[in-house]
């Protein structure tokens, strides 16, 4: 009697291995596009959030020092408090503002109840570039009386005299991304993904009730600094002094 030889049950034909193999490659192929195509649509996300951040970190900001003007507006037209005896005294920054011209009843102290009701605060503390950490003023208001905007208020020409000094809420060294959106939302034009530049005596004395124009006082006669003209609200880069190349913000509490 012939015998069979023995048949092989349960193994595929040699045709269905190999589609097999061709629907493996394919969903790995597939996996890798998806995962491709997820990492951009990610880091586009990170991307437009921080723009978004510095976005609303530069409102913050801008909304905070507006809040100074007004509060000053109050005190001049309420409290009958003249330029002069306007009072930053705090006790948290650094600097200590001390304006002897200021009545004692406290009604011109901007950080005081009697004055126009508001407490002093740092900015926050995510608009700061770290690189400028151990820097002087990080991380605080500078209330100072002893620069121009060129062409805002009586400052009509390339000069800045006493009477043209403007009364301004500083901060230093903040990041480039809220340096750029806060002149984005001001107008001012930043060229190359840059800010314009002047030089900005960050020596400048700590207001104590005097108005007096600094050695280098106009903002907006820079080489790229001319955008800056006619803006109470900006920011620039510096480029001289103990802020070098700290990107600054400022804002003109008082016009003149």
Not at 207 to 215: P, Q
Request: glycine share 8%.
């Amino acid at each position: 009697m012939q015998h069979k030889p023995h048949q092989k049950y349960g193994a595929p034909p040699q045709n269905a291995c190999g589609n097999a193999l061709v629907i493996i490659l394919v969903m790995i192929s597939l996996i890798a596009a998806l995962t491709a195509v997820s990492m951009r649509s990610s880091n586009r996300g990170a991307s437009n959030m921080d723009q978004e951040t510095a976005r609303m970190q530069a409102e913050k900001l801008m909304r905070q020092a507006k809040s100074f003007e007004s509060g000053i507006v109050q005190m001049v037209t309420a409290n009958q408090c003249s330029e002069n005896e306007i009072n930053f005294l705090n006790s948290t920054t650094t600097r200590v503002y001390t304006n002897p011209n200021s009545p004692t009843n406290h009604k011109c102290d901007l950080f005081s109840l009697e004055g126009s009701g508001l407490a002093y605060a740092n900015p926050n503390a995510v608009i700061f570039d770290a690189n400028f950490s151990g820097d002087s003023d990080f991380g605080q208001w500078v209330f100072t009386a002893s620069h121009c905007i060129l062409e805002l208020g009586s400052d009509d020409n390339d000069t800045c005299e006493d009477e043209e000094v403007a009364l301004m809420a500083i901060v230093p060294h903040i990041s480039l991304a809220v340096c750029l959106r806060i002149n984005d939302l001001n107008g001012i034009q930043n060229t190359g993904g840059a800010p314009p530049t002047e030089s900005f005596d960050s020596t400048t004395p700590t207001f104590d009730g005097t108005l007096t124009a600094a050695s280098d006082p106009e903002l907006g006669e820079g080489v790229t600094g001319t955008s800056l003209i006619k803006h109470a609200t900006g920011c620039f880069q510096n480029t001289s002094g103990s802020w070098a190349n700290s990107y600054i913000f400022y804002h003109a509490l008082i016009i003149r």
